[in-house]
């Protein structure tokens, strides 16, 4: 048994995997199955089974959770590796566009200190910031072991709709939040916080871990509002603009966001996007391969999923593509393994549309440095960009091998082209810890 586990199992209740997931989405919650039911939608489960396809890669399966729960069981009975969000969704696909309702805002917690002589350091100092209000951290509804780290779960009393403005506070409230969490008090990763979108999928609770054990959970506190987690912050990380599912009708939404109504529901337009050149893709994939660091491959895996839904690139082949890099991004020290793939391919969301092409440098660490179009249009300038740097540069050397861009450039490059920003914006912006942002925003 880890340390975690036997640290929860002195404080706290286990829970069946079928009771948590009833608490977390009550009776009533999804459709029932085989029936429509208009205003009704369904959990999917994402599952990596151990059965190769021709190109050797896993099949992956994707599960509807109706009403019943009864999907879980099947699931549960198998040793695969599988992945649910707290999120109600309409269709088949784990889509943020098709996202409809946020039952619990979740947590990913890694790296806990722990010594031989204070083996339950970490976890202890997190319950006692929990426990002490005049810490930054909630009380979570239950807290789950999932192998060599944790899971919080905040499960709301009534589920969030995910209104694209709501989803858009939610991920500043849930970023300021994380960084509490991997304090360096509590975990040994805190230089390397792992920022992760509100619509991440997490093990399900009763499947096996990478370490061969169960996913297990625990009832640590009552369910929240977004009031009570609101009261953890200040304004400018607070969700205020959002309802519970019983309070608001499509028609008051209409009143509420207008604009909203007529552009999605009304003219059924969708967000702002635009199309890459399907080499865009190829480019990266190749590019990733050798210019990946340690600390970086998650996010080199997920923008290589962005990358894939701006081409118009298959999830089937973005899979193979991104299980195919395992075997070269995996180290002994330090292992890459399917639930970090899995976790990237979260990027493949049309949410992540127009995520700006600066952040991807900075997520991945590797430079993507951006056209200047001067007045063309998209086609005509990638043509005559394109033309000019194979001239110019005839055997490929045009490829950017002088390394990831420092630090200090990062925030004095986000300085100037935000000259009115404070140093919350770029520390949330970036994703830099907040002592490297203070430490360079005066250097030139």
Request: charged share 30%; proline share 4%; glycine share 6%.
């Amino acid at each position: 048994m880890s340390y975690l586990l036997d640290y929860l199992y002195q404080y706290f209740d286990e829970v069946s995997y079928k009771e948590f997931y009833r608490d977390v989405f009550p009776v009533g919650s999804f459709e029932q199955k085989g029936v429509f039911e208009k205003g009704k939608y369904n959990g999917i489960l994402v599952e990596v089974t151990n059965e190769k396809l021709n190109s050797g890669k896993p099949r992956v399966l994707r599960h509807t959770i109706t009403d019943d729960l009864e999907k879980l069981d099947e699931v549960v009975s198998r040793d695969n590796f599988c992945l649910m969000s707290p999120i109600s969704y309409a269709g088949k696909t784990r889509d943020s566009s098709m996202a409809r309702e946020l039952y619990a805002l979740t947590f990913d917690l890694d790296g806990l200190i722990s010594t031989d002589k204070s083996p339950y350091s970490g976890i202890k100092e997190l319950f006692w910031q929990i426990e002490n209000t005049d810490y930054r951290i909630p009380k979570p509804t239950y807290v789950v072991s999932s192998g060599t780290g944790l899971h919080l779960y905040y499960v709301f009393e009534k589920p969030i709709p995910l209104f694209e403005n709501v989803l858009e506070q939610l991920e500043v409230y849930k970023r300021k939040l994380t960084w509490f969490l991997w304090h360096d008090s509590i975990s040994t990763l805190h230089d390397k916080i792992q920022y992760e979108p509100v619509c991440q999928g997490f093990r399900v609770v009763g499947t096996i871990t990478k370490t061969g054990e169960r996913v297990r959970a625990f009832k640590t506190g009552p369910k929240v509002t977004m009031e009570y987690m609101n009261s953890y912050y200040p304004d400018e990380f607070q969700v205020k603009e959002f309802t519970y599912k019983s309070d608001l009708t499509l028609y008051q939404a209409k009143e509420k966001y207008p604009e909203w109504y007529q552009e999605r529901i009304i003219e059924k337009k969708p967000k702002n996007t635009w199309i890459f050149n399907r080499r865009v893709y190829d480019r990266w994939l190749q590019r990733i391969q050798t210019e990946y660091s340690v600390g970086h491959r998650y996010w080199c895996v997920w923008v290589l999923a962005v990358t894939a839904m701006k081409c118009g690139v298959s999830l089937d082949e973005l899979e193979r593509d991104a299980f195919g890099l395992i075997e070269r991004f995996n180290k002994d020290e330090n292992p890459f393994t399917k639930e970090d793939v899995l976790a990237a391919l979260e990027g493949y969301d049309s949410a992540w549309f127009t995520y700006p092409v600066e952040k991807m440098a900075y997520r991945s660490d590797i430079p993507i440095e951006k056209n200047k179009r001067n007045g063309r249009k998209q086609e005509q300038h990638i043509k005559i960009m394109n033309a000019i740097r194979d001239i110019e540069h005839p055997n490929g050397s045009w490829i950017n091998k002088n390394g990831a861009p420092t630090k200090q450039s990062i925030v004095q490059k986000w300085r100037s082209e935000h000259p009115e920003g404070k140093k919350a914006d770029c520390i949330r912006d970036t994703g830099l810890d907040k002592k490297t942002v203070y430490k360079w925003w005066l250097k030139k």
